[in-house]
């Protein structure tokens, strides 16, 4: 199974475990996965991570509501097992097909090339322990940021959106070549939110993904790798 860049560093595991989210954390509910049937299992709540990840998110909304005291962070997923993950990776390979006229079951280069375009978001279901999903870490969240009534702000794109217009910086480069003075200040509103989500986060001590305006971690491989850090603090939670 492909491997990330970032599995090459060393895990020394420092034994937290996983924790429900603190009701200060908004949650969008009712969780996006969960909702289509991925297996959780019974006791399998989405909504819990690594304690020292939780204290890191609770410094980020505080950080957050220093700039703007009316919106909050809203947590749209956490903690993953690899049943899910190996769900969603195929779900979201179907569903991009199907958006693209192509059939999901049928071998061939335009399934290929969807894979692959997924692959840049969705991290493989690797059983291998020394190169686990970051989110099977508890140590990565996706969110985004919510105004007063917890409803999500327009961010640009939809969270698991498969393409460009998901990197953290992409109304940044598309306001440059916006005709369209209406157009430009929506995409600068969407840069500004972005960044502010990003800074908060970064300010508190996470990560984020390159490719993802929404994933943030603290402890894992891809934190470790983006630092320059010897080991990563969190393996995968079972």
């Not at 280069?109 to 692959?116: L, N, S």
């Not at 020394?130 to 870490?137: G, K, M």
């Not at 508890?138 to 498969?162: C, Q, R």
């Not at 990003?198 to 001590?205: C, F, I, K, L």
């Amino acid at each position: 199974m492909s491997r990330r860049p970032w599995n090459a560093i060393p895990i020394r595991d420092a034994g937290e475990p996983l924790e429900p989210l603190p009701e200060a954390l908004w949650r969008l509910e009712p969780h996006p996965y969960a909702a289509l049937g991925a297996p959780y299992g019974d006791s399998g709540s989405p909504f819990r991570l690594r304690s020292g990840v939780i204290r890191r998110l609770l410094e980020a909304e505080e950080l957050l509501h220093l700039d703007q005291p009316a919106w909050r962070l809203a947590i749209f997923d956490a903690w993953r097992p690899l049943a899910v993950q190996a769900f969603m990776v195929e779900y979201s390979i179907a569903s991009t097909c199907r958006e693209r006229g192509l059939d999901p079951e049928a071998a061939g280069p335009g399934r290929d090339a969807v894979a692959a375009e997924v692959g840049r978001f969705w991290a493989p279901p690797n059983p291998d322990p020394d190169a686990p999903p970051p989110h099977s870490t508890g140590a990565a969240v996706d969110l985004t940021l919510a105004g007063p009534d917890g409803e999500p702000l327009e961010m640009g794109s939809a969270i698991d959106a498969i393409g460009a217009v998901s990197e953290p910086d992409h109304f940044l480069h598309a306001c440059s070549g916006c005709p369209d003075p209406e157009l430009q200040a929506r995409y600068r509103r969407w840069h500004a939110r972005r960044s502010l989500l990003r800074r908060v986060m970064e300010q508190a001590g996470f990560v984020q993904h390159p490719n993802e305006w929404w994933h943030f971690s603290w402890g894992d491989q891809l934190w470790a790798w983006r630092l320059g850090a010897a080991a990563a603090r969190y393996g995968r939670v079972a």
